[in-house]
C-alpha cells in the first residue's frame, strides 16, 4: 500500500485534533509512539511488512514498487531511523 501525502497530512491533522482535545502531549505521545513506531519497522528490510527486496538492514523511504516505480533510501535518514531505533 503506497502512503500518499494527502493521508499523512490526514492522518496529522486527525492526531492534532486528538491533541488539541486531550490538552496532553503525553497522552498524545502515548498514542501515537506504537503506530509510529510500527510504521518504522515495517520499512526496515528484509522482514518489515513494507520492505521486500531489500537486503537486511536497509531502511527504505518510500516502498513503492510500481506506479511509480520509486522504491529508494536515505543514507542520512536511515542513520537517524537506526538512532531511534537503538535508542528505544
Known amino acids: 500500500m503506497l502512503i500518499t ?3 499523512i497530512w490526514a492522518s496529522f491533522a486527525l492526531s492534532w ?4 482535545q486531550s ?4 497522552a498524545y505521545l502515548a498514542t501515537e509512539s506504537p503506530i509510529a513506531k510500527a510504521g518504522l519497522l515495517a520499512n526496515i528490510g ?3 511488512s513494507q520492505s521486500q527486496g531489500a537486503k537486511a538492514g536497509i531502511v ?6 510500481q506506479n511509480p516505480d520509486y522504491l529508494y533510501t536515505w543514507t542520512r535518514d536511515s542513520a537517524v531511523v537506526m538512532a531511534a531505533v537503538i535508542d528505544q
Open 60 to 65: 527504505i523511504a518510500s516502498p513503492s514498487n
Open 5 to 7: 501525502s494527502a493521508f
Open 46 to 48: 528484509p522482514s518489515g
Open 23 to 26: 490538552g496532553s502531549v503525553d
Open 17 to 20: 485534533k486528538a491533541l488539541a
